[in-house]
Structures are given as C-alpha cells and as structure tokens.
C-alpha cells in the first residue's frame, strides 16, 4: 500500500515539498506522549516533529559540487492508539535514516524509526496523522 495512503494529512507534506519524502538525514526535534484520557480510554497519542529539509545539486561534476538547501520544513506527526512503543538515545541532534510506515493486522500499523545518530524506534498505533507542516526560511550563504 502506499504510504501517503495510511496517513491522514499526508497530502500537506506532499504540497509543500512536491513528494513524499523518505525523511533520510531529517532530524528529530520533538517527542512527547501522552496517557489515553478517561474519555477515551483506549487512546494514547504520541507527537513527533521532524525537520525534513530539500536540496538541489550545485555545479555538479565539478570541484565547486555542493548540495544547497531549497526548502525546509517541520512535519508533526501525531500517532493515536499506540499499543506498543520503543524509543531510544534522544540527544543533541536526532538525525534519522528513513520513517517506514507498515500496515499490519487488526488495521494498525508499525512506524519504524531508524536512527543514523541519536533519537530512533518503533511505534505500532491504530493512525498516524500529519497535524501540521510549518515552512521554515531558507538562510542563503553569500
């Protein structure tokens, strides 16, 4: 299934960067969680926020090569209904490999986060949803 499919408000991110994003080198800024309410006993959420930020090559193939930021953004991710979750080594920087999204039986699914340097884990919830996408600007080097 694709994975703008199991998310609720994927269609921001998508809007925002022209695609879905992979989330390789993107660095976690936040997470919290919180106990289900006792309206709602079943439903313990959990946010995260992550800076994803977009690039274009620069004279490529030649020595003055680099990768310039075009776009920079904070994607927050809310997950609703966890049932299990396990994270570790939150630090100074949290910069991940990739956020897999994989769907599973009783209609929840997994989020694996793969850490490259600090904050990373699995989240198995009922829904994921993209509360918000915030444009950051983009400081140009002279």
Known sequence: METTKLIHGSEKVVETLGFWPGFHDA??????????LPL????????????VR??????AGTADYELAIT??????????GIS????????HQNVINSIKFTPIENGEMVVLIESIWGFGGKIKCSSVS???????PVVVRA
């Open 27 to 36: 660095e976690v800024i936040s997470f919290s969680a919180s106990p289900a």
């Open 40 to 51: 709602d006993a079943n439903s313990p959420i959990a946010n995260l926020v992550v800076r």
């Open 54 to 59: 977009q690039y274009t090559e620069v004279g």
């Open 71 to 80: 776009k920079s953004i904070l994607v927050n991710f809310n997950f609703g």
């Open 84 to 91: 299990d979750i396990s994270i570790s080594e939150f630090n």
């Open 130 to 136: 993209v509360e918000s996408v915030q444009e950051l």
